[in-house]
Nanobody
């Protein structure tokens, strides 16, 4: 059974930083492309960042230069470092695992975490 468990979401002021973690169980990270999506109230879930087993990454334009995805294979954990946070980054953040390519739409994702809430106050 595959489990992705996110943590690290909390309330932070604009301009602040957070690091989200996604601990994977039942899969090995180097066999999957790992990613982060987010869903704000009243909006569809959207792609944030992704990382292939090779280390190549992809980011949504809205977070480029502010967010960094990384991976610790020994801990089977994926991270999302979020800097210079803005109120529009407020959302539930979901960890994802996809076979093959970096999924930028949710229909291609094989596994999801339960989500962690990030709230950025102005």
């Amino acid at each position: 059974q595959v489990q992705l468990v996110e943590s690290g979401g909390e309330l932070v002021q604009a301009g602040g930083s957070l690091r989200l973690s996604c601990a994977a169980d039942g899969i090995t990270l180097n066999a999957y492309t790992m990613g982060w999506f987010r869903q704000a109230p009243g909006k569809e879930r959207e792609f944030v960042a992704g990382m292939r087993w090779s280390g190549s990454t992809n980011y949504a334009d809205s977070v480029k230069g502010r967010f960094t995805i990384s991976r610790d294979n020994a801990k089977n954990t994926v991270y999302l470092q979020m800097n210079s946070l803005k109120p529009e980054d407020t959302a539930v953040y979901y960890c994802s695992a996809t076979l093959g390519f970096i999924a930028t739409t949710e229909k291609f994702v094989n596994y999801w975490g339960q989500g962690t809430q990030v709230t950025v106050s102005s």
